[in-house]
Nanobody, 124 residues
Framework: QVQLVESGGGLVQPGGSLRLSCAAS????????MGWFRQAPGKEHEGVSY????????YYADSVKGRFTISRDNAKNTVFLQMNSLEPEDTAVYYC?????????????????WGQGTQVTVSS
């Protein structure tokens, strides 16, 4: 059974940084485009960042552009989200997802597999 497990969330002060990891098991990650999504209480599910299967193409939501960086290590079956200059508005549960595609997938419905999520809280 395909499994995605997020880690790296936690409590951080505004302006701080966190690095999220998404470890994939039981499937070949390099065949999948990946994405990070988030959902804050009372808010819509939001796409944060996406990356192609090779890592050559990336996409960022305007709200995180210039602050977040998505990357992947296919040899280690892991995808990362480096989050800098965190703001209270970034507080949410963050999910990684996998889409059977080589190119970037920006539509949530295009993702077949989802992790359970990791909580990120930005607060002083």
């Amino acid at each position: 059974q395909v499994q995605l497990v997020e880690s790296g969330g936690g409590l951080v002060q505004p302006g701080g940084s966190l690095r999220l990891s998404c470890a994939a098991s039981r499937f070949t990650l390099h065949l999948y485009a990946m994405g990070w999504f988030r959902q804050a209480p009372g808010k819509e599910h939001e796409g944060v960042s996406y990356i192609s299967s090779s890592g050559g193409s990336t996409y960022y939501a305007d709200s995180v552009k210039g602050r977040f960086t998505i990357s992947r290590d296919n040899a280690k079956n892991t995808v990362f989200l480096q989050m800098n200059s965190l703001e209270p508005e970034d507080t949410a549960v963050y999910y990684c997802a996998a889409a059977r595609s080589f190119g970037v997938v920006t539509n949530r419905s295009g993702y077949q597999y989802w992790g359970q999520g990791t909580q990120v809280t930005v607060s002083s």
